[in-house]
């Protein structure tokens, strides 16, 4: 199954980059990821939980950067094995532009998988992956860019209108 899209961060291009090879940014964005070990240069290990149709498993897998334009372009490869349920295998080639509003993130995903999770019939399994990828793109782009239209109160220590930060860029501040 392949997929491609896009999405405007309102960010700047180094705070995506930062994010998209941050682990604890990863952890909190893939959807159903319980933990996220590792580094850029030696990648890193991930443990996901999900349930496609009637099968529920737990990956664990590895994750591989490759291909890296420092700031532009980022190939990400994986693999995890979920025991009976079966395997799932894919990469994704995101490339980030600077646009006037931030950052334009563009993403082509290519995911497959085997064992009982294959038996499911490709719709279920395409409509999965694809859902899993629109999660994961929604959750790193609030993380970068902090929750939509959502306001601060002054109760809160903030002047009233000031919008809040994401938790990743109040990290980073």
Do not use: H
Request: charge should be negative.
């Amino acid at each position: 199954m392949q997929m491609s899209d896009t999405r405007d961060i309102k960010a700047p291009p180094s705070e995506v980059w930062a994010a998209i090879l941050n682990p604890e940014v990863l952890r909190e964005c893939i959807p159903g990821c319980t933990e996220v070990t590792g580094n850029r240069d030696d990648g890193f290990e991930a443990t996901v939980t999900q349930k496609v149709g009637p099968v529920k498993a737990t990956f664990k897998g590895a994750v591989a950067l490759s291909d890296i334009t420092e700031g532009e372009k980022v190939t990400i490869s994986g693999e995890g094995k979920g025991g009976p349920a079966g395997f799932a295998k894919g990469g994704a080639v995101v490339r980030l532009e600077p646009i006037p509003e931030g950052t334009r993130l563009s993403y082509d995903v290519e995911a497959n998988v085997g064992g009982k999770l294959a038996q499911l019939g490709s719709r279920i399994i395409d409509g999965f992956a694809k859902k899993m990828a629109d999660d994961f793109f929604n959750r790193f782009q609030q993380a970068v860019e902090g929750p939509a239209e959502v306001e601060e109160t002054s109760d809160a220590g903030a002047e009233a209108g000031e919008t809040k930060k994401g938790w990743f860029k109040r990290l980073i501040s």
